[in-house]
């Protein structure tokens, strides 16, 4: 028993010996099992995840870390190979959407109700000023109302006139008097001729009663208000029917709005129209509209819309700068797709959503092209493109399209898409190819451009320079010089002429013309440089889509983006040099941002 265990065991340890000897000449030779082997197979497995910054997509890494533009942690880009994700779609990840601040809305019928900033100033009723005239000739003895704005009322003493005619009128009264027993006639013609010169009967029965000639002829008011104009002084000599005051009740004022062309179909005569007044904060008024003009002003292309207003306690004075709002609904369209101006990207001539698909695997965004109605606001109404339900981005629409773009998706200046194209950390950005090999740039601006003449070039350029400075002024701190600039962009806007805009260059100057009108409206007003920035901010993102639109400059400017401007949501500014001077943060954070663009 003994024996054939002992032979068992050596039989057994023998075979293991032999398959550890096979096992080595067959996989011990290989070189691909060697460690080094393997270490080089498991870096080429993480070389597959490519790392991405949410805010700034043409970064790509093959590991993972920070940012280098904002410091952000990157996050793993998702693998679009799933065959069940439409191929012109982009995905994202819940994460990359959180922190690109990527949220969206659902598509509803509402109605279409457009809220239109006017402008205006306070000015007296034209049909309530009044000419003060003296109704004899003479010379003036004394003025007992002196200066402008002095009130005045009806029958009070507001001159003193000395006349030859008058006392020549008096003697022949006196002596009309005597012989009115004998000539009535000629007694009553002294009387009417007294009265013809504005005396009253108590003042020919005074000059009866007395029988002394008065020198001195007292002017009385014949309306009461507000000395507005002195036309004379003691010692003029004035003509029978001559002006020597402007009186203006102001009891009852208008109050004239800007309607600009693009807005008179909104505007309509009864519309109920609320303002405001800077002078007079938390104080609102509200009327109706009672005239709109039928002809607008050839340079500067607005109508004015009236609107009367009792002004018993004299609190709107003429020349008021005034603020107000008309609530104009669509005629013939109770109904309508109504959709966020954020959600919209506008290249000029096409306007673009991104529609929103989730499924089991992932989360995808899909570009699709849009039909716009009128802008309402701050939305506007879809006409063609979208339907009741669908659910699109409404913000953070930029992050999707720079997303689709380096991935080789359909974007809004690539609509049919192009090679995907990767970076690496060096923080510059990438640019993109479209299928053919060209550069995407010039397809850009074939696709985006307006023509405009030069005439039009010409009359934008005191609006570009204005713009710059006020940029310059808030990258150095400088309150006064930014409001003055900013003011100065105000001018230069109101004194470009539409009519310069042809074709379908007309209806986009139109609406640029309009978001400018609402960024720059209230900066005179702003007490501090906060406020002058968050209008900067507005107006810098028009001021972008109308370079992008007409190409109006000779020399490059550059499209800049600070990711922490806006309370972390990002904001863009134009800049004539490539250097960072940040204008949202100033001396603060002066070279936080980044080229995003440039425009030659």
């Known amino acids: 028993m003994k024996t054939i265990n002992k032979k068992t065991i050596i039989i057994a340890a023998a075979t293991l010996f032999v398959g550890f000897l096979a096992g080595w000449l067959i996989f011990g030779l290989d070189k691909s099992s060697s460690p080094e082997t393997q270490q080089q197979d498991e870096t080429e497995i993480a070389k597959e995840t490519v790392w991405t910054c949410s805010m700034h997509p043409q970064i790509r890494q093959e590991e993972p870390g920070d940012c280098p533009i904002c410091g952000m942690d990157l996050i793993p880009l998702d693998n679009e190979q799933n065959e069940d994700i439409d191929p012109r779609a982009i995905s994202m990840s819940p994460t990359a959407m959180q922190l690109a601040d990527i949220r969206t809305a659902v598509v509803e019928k509402t109605e279409a109700v457009k809220q239109i900033r006017l402008n205006g100033k306070v000015q007296a009723d034209e049909?309530?000023?009044?000419?003060?005239?003296?109704?004899?000739?003479?010379?003036?003895?004394?003025?007992?109302?002196?200066?402008?704005?002095?009130?005045?009322?009806?029958?009070?003493?507001?001159?003193?006139?000395?006349?030859?005619?008058?006392?020549?009128?008096?003697?022949?009264l006196l002596e009309a008097r005597k012989i009115s027993e004998t000539q009535p006639q000629l007694f009553a013609a002294a009387k009417e001729k007294l009265k013809n010169w504005k005396l009253s009967d108590k003042q020919i029965e005074e000059i009866l009663i007395s029988g002394e000639i008065q020198e001195e002829f007292p002017v009385q008011a014949d309306v009461s208000g507000y000395l507005t104009e002195k036309m004379v002084k003691p010692g003029d000599y004035i003509r029978e029917?001559?002006?020597?005051?402007?009186?203006?009740?102001?009891?009852?004022?208008?109050?004239?709005?800007?309607?600009?062309?693009?807005?008179?179909?909104?505007?309509?005569?009864?519309?109920?129209?609320?303002?405001?007044?800077a002078?007079?904060?938390?104080?609102?008024?509200?009327?109706?509209?009672?005239?709109?003009?039928?002809?607008?002003?050839?340079?500067?292309?607005?109508?004015?819309?009236?609107?009367?207003?009792?002004?018993?306690?004299?609190?709107?004075k003429p020349e008021m700068f005034v603020?107000?709002?008309?609530?104009?609904?669509?005629?013939?369209?109770?109904?309508?797709?109504?959709?966020?101006?954020?959600?919209?990207?506008?290249?000029?001539?096409?306007?673009?959503?991104?529609?929103?698909?989730?499924?089991?695997?992932?989360?995808?965004?899909?570009?699709?092209?849009?039909?716009?109605?009128?802008?309402?606001?701050?939305?506007?109404?879809?006409?063609?493109?979208?339907?009741?339900?669908?659910?699109?981005?409404?913000?953070?629409?930029?992050?999707?399209?720079?997303?689709?773009?380096?991935?080789g998706k359909p974007s809004m200046m690539s609509p049919e898409g192009g090679q995907a194209m990767t970076g690496h950390n060096h923080g510059s950005p990438v640019t993109v190819e479209s299928a053919s090999g060209s550069q995407p740039e010039e397809k850009q601006k074939s696709t985006a451009s307006l023509s405009i003449d030069k005439n039009a070039r010409d009359a934008l350029q005191p609006l570009y320079r204005a713009y710059l400075q006020w940029k310059e002024a808030l990258s150095n701190d400088d309150f006064n010089k930014a409001k003055q600039s900013a003011a100065?962009?105000?001018?230069a806007l109101d004194k470009i002429d539409m009519g310069m805009f042809t074709g379908d260059a007309h209806n986009a100057w139109m609406d640029y013309q309009e978001t400018l009108n609402e960024g720059l409206q209230h900066v005179l007003y702003h007490l501090n440089i906060e406020?002058?920035?968050?209008?900067?901010?507005?107006?810098?993102?028009?001021?972008?889509?109308?370079?992008d639109a007409f190409d109006p400059l000779d020399e490059t400017i550059y499209v800049q983006h600070c990711p922490m401007a806006d309370n972390n949501k990002g904001a863009d500014w134009l800049s004539s040099e490539k250097e960072i001077k940040n204008p949202y943060f100033g001396s603060s954070m002066l070279t936080c941002g980044e080229v995003t663009k440039e425009i030659k």
């Open 127 to 172: 049909r309530l000023v009044y000419s003060q005239s003296l109704h004899i000739p003479g010379r003036i003895e004394k003025l007992l109302v002196n200066f402008t704005g002095e009130y005045v009322r009806k029958g009070q003493t507001i001159a003193q006139v000395y006349s030859p005619e008058l006392i020549t009128a008096q003697e022949e």
């Open 241 to 277: 029917g001559e002006a020597i005051y402007e009186i203006t009740d102001l009891s009852k004022v208008w109050v004239l709005f800007d309607v600009y062309e693009s807005d008179i179909v909104w505007v309509k005569r009864d519309d109920k129209l609320r303002f405001s007044v």
């Open 279 to 316: 002078s007079q904060p938390g104080e609102n008024y509200e009327g109706k509209i009672s005239y709109i003009d039928p002809v607008i002003d050839p340079k500067t292309r607005v109508a004015k819309a009236r609107l009367e207003y009792k002004n018993p306690n004299g609190n709107l």
């Open 323 to 407: 603020s107000g709002v008309v609530e104009a609904k669509l005629s013939g369209k109770p109904n309508s797709l109504v959709v966020p101006k954020t959600a919209v990207m506008w290249t000029g001539k096409r306007s673009v959503v991104y529609i929103k698909t989730t499924s089991e695997q992932s989360v995808t965004f899909i570009m699709r092209e849009i039909t716009l109605g009128p802008a309402l606001g701050d939305s506007y109404v879809v006409e063609q493109g979208l339907q009741e339900g669908e659910e699109i981005a409404v913000n953070g629409t930029f992050s999707i399209d720079a997303a689709a773009q380096l991935a």
């Open 488 to 491: 100065s962009m105000k001018t």
């Open 531 to 547: 406020k002058l920035r968050k209008s900067f901010q507005t107006v810098s993102a028009t001021m972008i889509d109308m370079t």
